[in-house]
């Protein structure tokens, strides 16, 4: 039997065939509407009130639908509570259905086709708060039989003062002033001497305004003014920028660099560390070097580390993210993208990963209880705090930094949003696997985060309280910097890969079979660091890692790091700066090309004349050298620029050249008299640069054959692509390039100028001087291969790079 509603649908289709046949016959006769008006007119008001409700209950139906698949989703996922201040997770969605309920009532129209979807969207409603209720009672019963016993036994953390008010009671004057110096204290780097000044003028201008009526100043008026902040000091600690900070003494030996936390006793502020490093080796023997030095402080002399290392408080930081308004809850809302089944991927919940990444309790991590459930990346980079222009190479310090993966990729990597976990201090990167010092008290704090978590005393969000559960899934840095945090071998090592077993010896770099490659695994990766942590001896340590390109990381601490999933290079070092700078620079040659020592012609002269002077016979050996190097090289396409250059030259080099060379000069207004000198150096310049045109080079393929690795783009090539960039409209958003591109004047070009110049301006000039061409040359032919390789290359960053991809593109 057919039901009501197939039936229904039944009768809407032979409806719509009826129409469509009578639409489609021309012959058939003109039929009377379908609907007959009525004898009584209906208002038109009525109508348009029918149809803005029928429009609402649409709207309203939508979201009732949206709502319905996510809350099924959810509830999949939902898990157990694990302590009896466990909220029902759902709370939000079982408040947005009352909400909709409350909606619906709200649409009063009582017209027959409005009570119709009414009623059905009611129904609708109806059943899924009875889902979300039942739900609800279930977990409320789940919680009832917690013991507490049986809860997890997390450190209180008392966050009280990250949630309270900023200069609370303050006049909104006061406020304005501290923030403003604040403001230009801390961004635009002002002196303690000028906040200072600003704060008197500041309470000045007050004053001035106040008086300038002419009346008495009221008790509120002089309050005012005797609150006004004269310290900047004591004005910018009332905005509590500074988190909290554990200074450690570090060894300041390069192949130690042990970590001594800070010890305090009696009560006392001055922080005590051991004098030597006691730091044992595999060798049995201890380190032993000075770890402090005497400093006087007025009439106190204290030892302070000879080295430090500030390590900030991570958890310090997320206790300020859950105290700041809407982003707890923004936070929250990014687990939701874990259950979608959109085959899109946008951001890291996306991938399968985190969908399917587990918590303490064998739960889905993001949708198991009520605790806040966050997750962070780490990078890691060095750089030149002197800049390389002041001190090149010989300076570096590493900055460890933190960003919250369930923030909006919007607001993610803003400065106000990130942690800086701890600078490492110079003058040299750490060797080896003595960086997993520095990354010990970090990987400590996310392992308390973990199990069994954190309880906070009070966030934005639940002022009550709140279990707070942190994981580390990510390490994102430049190459170098993952193998280092990582601890496997470089690109020269045997095992130089950390994804697969492919080796120099066996593969080589070479080989791009990569369905045949055999993936590493994150059990075999443990091993082999648990095995070369077992090492009685050094020499056994470097046979073990000889055999695997593995030793010993900090992040192998966390139980559910990933070695092989969880670390990825980062595109803006690895393609932006890497392969797209390397293709176009080291490869194509777009900078300006360097002069060429290679002879390509063979030219002799005779002997100098004896009455030539010095200046004289140093001319011809730059004539001599200019004429035997390639011709590209030598002189510009412009021939404007290549006579100037040639004029260089003193005259009589250009006479004496060009008569050991029998070039015939000939001028066209050869009007002086016989006893003057009848030739000019733009004569001789001029016939001299037409006879080295002509003249076949040896020793290469020729200027307009060559694709030398390095050297492949020609002046005149270059040329063209200057006049591209200057004359291609580029939207205000994208980054400017310079026009002089590949000139040492404009300096090193950033990761995202390369990225424009990568994607953008050099394929299109590139297509335009290649593609085109009909010439069957050695050297056409050569450059069409090239181009469809750069392509290639151009493609496959643009697929990498894109904000959205789809699961096919990522594999």
């Known amino acids: 039997m057919i039901d009501g509603e197939e039936a229904c649908k039944e009768a809407d289709r032979a409806m719509a065939m009826q129409l469509s046949q009578l639409s489609l016959n021309p012959s058939a006769r ?22 803005v409700s029928l429009q609402r209950l649409s709207a309203i139906e939508s979201t009732v639908e949206k709502l319905v698949a996510s809350v099924q989703s959810q509830l999949q996922g939902i898990g157990q509570p694990q302590d009896i201040k466990d909220e029902f997770p759902l709370v939000a969605r079982l408040n947005a259905t009352l909400s909709l309920k409350d909606d619906l009532a709200r649409v009063k129209d009582r017209s027959p086709a409005v009570g119709v979807v009414k009623g059905a969207i009611s129904a609708q409603i109806l059943e899924l708060l009875d889902l979300l209720q039942n739900a609800k009672k279930l977990w409320c019963e789940q919680r009832a039989s917690i013991t507490s016993s049986s809860r997890p036994a997390e450190e209180l953390l008392n ?26 204290q801390v961004i635009l780097h002002t002196s303690r001497r000028g906040c200072h000044f600003l704060l008197s003028m500041m309470k000045y201008v007050v004053q001035l305004s106040l008086i300038r009526s002419g009346r008495n100043l009221s008790i509120h008026d002089q309050k005012l003014l005797a609150d006004f902040p004269k310290d900047p ?36 502020l001055i922080p005590q560390y051991p004098k030597y490093c006691n730091c044992t080796g595999l060798d049995g023997r201890q380190c032993g070097t000075r770890l402090t030095r005497p400093r006087r402080f007025d009439l106190h002399e204290v030892d302070v580390p000879v080295k430090r290392f500030a390590a900030f408080s991570f958890r310090g930081f997320v206790a300020s993210l859950t105290s700041r308004p809407g982003l707890e809850e923004k936070m929250d809302a990014s687990w939701m993208r874990v259950h979608s089944a959109s085959t899109t991927l946008e951001d890291v919940f996306d991938g399968h990963f985190l969908r399917t990444f587990k918590g303490p309790d ?91 978590g954190m309880q906070f005393s009070k966030t934005f969000r639940y002022p009550e309280g709140r279990h707070i559960l942190c994981a580390l899934v990510l390490v994102v840095c430049d190459l170098l910097a993952t193998r280092k945090v990582i601890a496997s071998g470089q ?37 082999a660091a648990e095995e070369w942590l077992a090492c009685a001896t050094l020499a056994d340590q470097d046979t073990q890692f000889s055999q695997t390109g593995i030793r010993w990381s900090e992040l192998l601490r966390l139980p559910y790091f990933d070695m092989v999933q969880c670390v990825v290079v980062d595109p803006m070092h690895n393609l932006f700066l890497g392969l797209l700078k390397e293709h176009f620079m080291g490869l194509l040659g777009i900078d300006l090309p360097k002069e060429d020592n290679s002879a390509v012609l ?38 404007e620029k290549a006579l100037n250059k040639l004029m260089r030259a003193n005259l009589c080099a250009l006479e004496f050249v060009c008569k050991e060379l029998s070039i015939s000069v000939c001028c066209p207004t050869d009007t002086v008299h016989s006893n003057r000198r009848k030739y000019t150096k733009i004569d001789y310049a001029r016939n001299l640069l037409t006879w080295r045109s002509l003249q076949q080079e040896i020793g290469r393929t020729g200027a307009d054959t060559t694709t030398q690795h390095g050297h492949v783009l020609q002046s005149d090539e270059m040329a063209e692509i200057w006049s591209d960039i200057g004359q291609l409209l580029s939207p205000a958003w994208m980054t400017s390039i310079p026009s002089n591109l590949g000139s040492p004047s404009h300096g090193k070009l950033k990761a995202d100028q390369w990225r424009i110049v990568g994607t953008v301006h050099l394929p299109l000039s590139l297509i335009r001087l290649w593609a085109g061409t009909a010439q069957d040359s050695g050297r056409s032919l050569r450059c069409r291969q090239i181009l469809s390789a750069t392509m290639s290359l151009v493609s496959a960053v643009i697929v990498a790079t894109s904000q959205t991809i789809t699961a096919e593109n990522a594999q």
Request: hydrophobic share 35%; net charge positive; aromatic share 12%.
């Open 491 to 527: 690109h020269n090592h045997e095992h130089f890969c950390n994804l697969c077993f492919c080796t120099r010896s066996a593969h080589g770099y070479r080989n791009t079979d990569y369905h045949n490659w055999e993936r590493r695994t994150h059990a075999e990766w443990s091993k």
């Open 30 to 51: 003109p039929v009377r509407p379908i609907k007959q008006e009525s004898p009584h007119r209906i208002d038109a008001s009525y109508r348009q009130q029918v149809e």
């Open 362 to 452: 064998g739960q889905l991590f993001g949708m198991s209880g009520a605790s806040g459930r966050y997750v962070f990346s780490l990078s890691v980079d060095f750089f030149n705090p002197y800049t390389n222009k002041q001190a090149g190479k010989k300076f570096s310090v590493g900055v460890l930094s933190i960003a919250c993966l369930n923030l909006p990729v919007s607001i993610r990597y803003k400065p106000e949003n990130m942690f800086l976990a701890g600078i490492i201090p110079g003058p040299k990167e750490p060797p080896l696997t003595v960086i997993n010092h520095y990354l010990s008290p970090l990987i400590t704090e996310f392992l308390q985060f973990w199990n069994p």
């Open 602 to 639: 063979k030219i002799s002269f005779g002997p100098l004349p004896s009455n030539m002077n010095q200046k004289d016979k140093d001319s011809v050996e730059k004539l001599k050298g200019w004429l035997e190097r390639p011709y590209t090289c030598s002189f510009s396409p412009d021939q």
């Open 159 to 184: 966050t009280d003062a990250y949630n309270a008010s900023i200069l609370e009671g303050a006049d909104p004057i006061i406020q304005l002033v501290v923030f403003t110096m604040v403001v230009l």
């Open 233 to 268: 000091d004591s004005a910018a600690e009332q905005l509590k920028l500074d988190s909290s900070v554990t200074i450690y003494a570090v060894c300041p030996k390069a192949k130690c660099q042990a970590l001594y936390a800070p010890k305090f006793t009696d009560g006392k």
